[in-house]
């Protein structure tokens, strides 16, 4: 029965990435957010369960970009589109009335599916990556997203600033370069709690935790960039 489990994990990230779905399509950020952390937590229990329990399974390796896909993949996408769609300063370029620029959005969906599949056929992404994996990427378009509602932190500026165009296409455009870049990022795959094996990964965990509770929301762009610099410092491991 054990071998089942890691799959079955994976499954519930879909279902949930599916319930994030509708949500996002209802523009209801708050519950997409709570739907993709359930996701996030089983997206990576799947792959904890499988180490502990040496299992190496083709078939859930393609389960597991499957659902990514969905939760990690097509909702950030469907965000962005929202985002853009009722933003302030969105050039206009029409196609049978419909002005095709909120859908750049999407690109944020295509270049997770080319991270997906890059990772998949990659023997060096293992002990860590390159490029921004998928499930960090959603946080960061998440994250956008609930600053731009000012519910979490009461920052005129900011919910402003997430509201520009040019801001969420920038944030786009820098989305779909790191999702296949070849920075080494670390990956939070603890194959023991020592600190000389995983310093970088508590030193990332220990900057992230003061900083969630003093930015809030604020914190995840933040960390992400905490993230990005602290692997650049440590891709050689030492």
Not at 1 to 27: C, D, R, S, Y
Not at 187 to 195: D, L, Q, R
């Amino acid at each position: 029965m054990k071998k089942h489990i890691p799959n079955l994990l994976t499954t519930l990230n879909l279902l949930f990435g599916t319930f994030a779905l509708v949500a996002a399509f209802n523009q209801h950020i708050e519950w997409s957010a709570l739907f993709i952390a359930f996701s996030l937590a089983l997206d990576y229990s799947d792959g904890f369960c499988a180490r502990l329990f040496n299992i190496n399974s083709e078939m859930g390796k393609q389960l597991d970009s499957l659902a990514d896909m969905v939760s990690f993949g097509l909702i950030p996408g469907v965000i962005m589109y929202f985002l853009l769609l009722n933003s302030q300063g969105l050039p206009e370029v029409n196609f049978f009335q419909i002005n095709i620029f909120p859908f750049l959005g999407f690109l944020i969906t295509v270049f997770s599916a080319l991270r997906l599949a890059k990772f998949n056929v990659d023997p060096l992404q293992t002990d860590k990556f390159y490029g921004l994996n998928t499930p960090a990427n959603t946080v960061l378009i998440l994250s956008i997203a609930l600053i731009n509602l000012n519910i979490f932190n009461d920052s005129a500026y900011f919910a402003h600033l997430t509201n520009q165009a040019w801001f969420l296409l920038t944030i786009s455009a820098l989305s779909c370069f790191l999702l296949v870049s070849r920075i080494p990022l670390l990956a939070f795959k603890f194959k023991s709690f020592g600190w000389q094996e995983n310093k970088a990964q508590y030193i990332i965990i220990l900057v992230a935790i003061p900083l969630l509770f003093l930015l809030k929301i604020l914190a995840f762009p933040t960390i992400l960039l905490v993230y990005i610099v602290i692997s650049l410092i440590y891709k050689d491991g030492n």
